[in-house]
């Protein structure tokens, strides 16, 4: 079975920074591609950024240019560098990691998710 644990969701000012880790442990032969969704409060939860197991990274518009998704291949964790917050960036942050299982299947993992508030 595999966890996803996130962590580093705080309350913070506009326009200060938070980083959000986020660590894949358990029975896995790799983990594909990694994402940070958000749900704001009433909201669907909709897509921030992703990377593959490449390098190849995806970002929303709205956070273009402000945060930085990377990931630690040997420790299975990605990373959510968030600069210049701002009020609409306020939402609970979920991971979700895309593993390969001992048996070969392809099975996408979320985290219980880390709250993100920006006052400003």
């Known amino acids: 079975q595999v966890q996803v644990v996130e962590s580093g969701g705080d309350l913070a000012q506009a326009g200060g920074s938070l980083r959000l880790s986020c660590a894949a442990s358990?029975?896995?032969?790799?983990?594909?591609?990694m994402g940070w969704y958000r749900q704001a409060a009433g909201k669907q939860r909709d897509p921030v950024a992703t990377i593959t197991n490449g390098g190849s990274t995806n970002y929303v518009e709205s956070v273009k240019g402000r945060f930085t998704i990377s990931r630690d291949n040997a420790k299975n964790t990605v990373y959510l560098q968030m600069n210049s917050l701002k009020a609409e960036d306020t939402g609970v942050y979920y991971c979700k990691v895309n593993i390969v299982t001992p048996l070969w299947s392809r099975v996408e993992v979320w985290g219980q998710g880390t709250q993100v508030t920006v006052s400003s």
């Open positions: 358990g029975s896995m032969l790799r983990i594909n591609d």
